[in-house]
């Protein structure tokens, strides 16, 4: 039996990310119809070094990073380390979060950002 190769997925990276703010920002990218794979990270690091290290393991280049704080970040591959897309600070609330997902599934998607 041949073995089903995995859907291309944006890279969802984090570094003991509080649950809620991993399961919305699943949630948004998967509202838009783009699946995505978590991977914890094995180092601390901050929300943008994060994403930008899961848009390069990303087949789809795109990846979203979160913090043990709970800082998003939404990063394409071919932006600089420092310069992702979309930044959120800790402290955010569930609709910015799917809003996160979200951004980085219509990166991948090439559909305007609302």
């Known amino acids: 039996m041949k073995e089903r190769p995995e859907p291309?997925?944006?890279?969802?990276?984090?570094?003991?990310a509080p649950g809620p703010v991993l399961r919305e920002v699943?949630?948004?990218a998967?509202?838009?119809g783009v699946p995505t794979r978590v991977e914890p990270s094995g180092t601390p690091a901050d929300a943008p070094a994060l994403a930008h290290?899961?848009?390069?393991?990303s087949p789809l280049e795109v990846g979203v990073g979160i913090d043990g704080?709970?800082?998003v970040a939404v990063h394409h591959a071919s932006?600089?380390?420092?310069a992702p897309a979309l930044a959120l600070p800790a402290?955010?609330?569930?609709p910015g979060w799917r809003r996160a997902g979200a951004v980085a599934a219509r990166i991948v998607t090439g559909l305007p950002i609302a």
């Open 8 to 16: 291309p997925t944006i890279v969802v990276r984090h570094g003991g």
């Open 26 to 28: 699943c949630a948004g």
């Open 30 to 32: 998967e509202e838009e």
């Open 53 to 57: 290290a899961a848009a390069l393991a």
């Open 69 to 71: 704080d709970g800082a």
């Open 79 to 82: 932006l600089p380390p420092g």
């Open 91 to 94: 402290g955010g609330d569930p």
